[in-house]
């Protein structure tokens, strides 16, 4: 029996989870929170949504602009996830409304750092 968790991706589980963030980056542009931390919402950017293959849970990885009160955008995120989930509901055609669980992007952090390593490289030439 193979190990579910290391599989990639399935094309279905691709889609929703860009369906889903089309969604949360909608909502998101919007705005009308009336947490402090969301209040320029605008300014959150919404980058994957990775989702379990049986659709039930998804994880939106995000990241304010400039990475400025992260954990408090998060924090303030997970909170309203039911928001979010009502919205995907409504305008998505889904038998079960997944999950929510926001998490930071690390990607941008790891491109700076690999692009900074480079540069080092590149110098010592």
């Known amino acids: 029996m193979r ?3 290391k599989q990639p991706a399935g094309q279905r589980q691709l889609r929703v989870g860009e369906e889903i963030r089309h969604v949360i980056s909608s ?3 919007h705005g009308g ?3 402090p931390a969301l209040l320029n919402s605008s300014l959150i950017t919404c980058t994957q949504v990775k989702i379990s293959p049986d659709l039930k849970n998804a994880t939106v990885f ?4 400039g990475g400025h009160n992260l954990k408090q955008v998060l924090a303030a995120l ?3 996830a039911y928001f979010f989930q009502k919205e ?3 305008q998505m055609k889904m038998k079960f409304t997944p999950r929510l669980t926001f998490k ?3 990607t941008f952090g790891e491109a700076e750092k690999i692009d900074r390593i ?3 490289i590149h110098e010592e030439d």
Request: charged share 35%; proline share 4%.
């Open 3 to 5: 190990d579910k968790r």
């Open 27 to 29: 909502v998101l542009q």
């Open 33 to 35: 929170f009336s947490d």
């Open 62 to 65: 995000a990241m304010p602009l």
């Open 78 to 80: 997970n909170e309203q």
């Open 88 to 90: 995907i509901g409504r």
């Open 104 to 106: 930071a992007d690390e």
């Open 118 to 120: 480079l540069r080092q």
